[in-house]
């Protein structure tokens, strides 16, 4: 079972937050709550929770629980 929350942190101004992240789609756009920067994915990346996450997206871990560590 995947893990649903990630705390993502802004390479803006460095503070953190802790959202839910969707089962069905990847984020490709978040607007930090606190300086109101726009994050988008790093390359080769898929999603914000990917690029700035403590955990990766649902679909990245259920691969890594498959295939083993990316």
Same mark, same amino acid.
């Given at each position: 079972?995947?893990?649903?929350? *990630?705390?993502?942190?802004?390479?803006? &101004? !460095?503070? *953190?937050?802790?959202? /839910?992240?969707? /089962?069905?789609?990847?984020?490709?756009?978040?607007?930090?709550?606190? &300086? !109101?920067?726009?994050?988008?994915?790093?390359? !080769?990346?898929?999603?914000?929770?990917? *690029?700035? !996450?403590?955990?990766?997206?649902?679909?990245?871990?259920?691969?890594?629980?498959?295939?083993?560590?990316?």
């Amino acid at each position: 079972m995947p893990l649903l929350e *990630s705390t993502l942190t802004c390479p803006q &101004c !460095g503070k *953190s937050s802790v959202e /839910t992240m969707p /089962t069905d789609a990847c984020l490709f756009f978040y607007d930090c709550p606190h &300086c !109101g920067a726009r994050l988008k994915p790093k390359p !080769g990346d898929c999603c914000v929770f990917c *690029s700035y !996450g403590n955990v990766p997206c649902p679909p990245v871990q259920a691969k890594r629980a498959h295939c083993g560590p990316v």
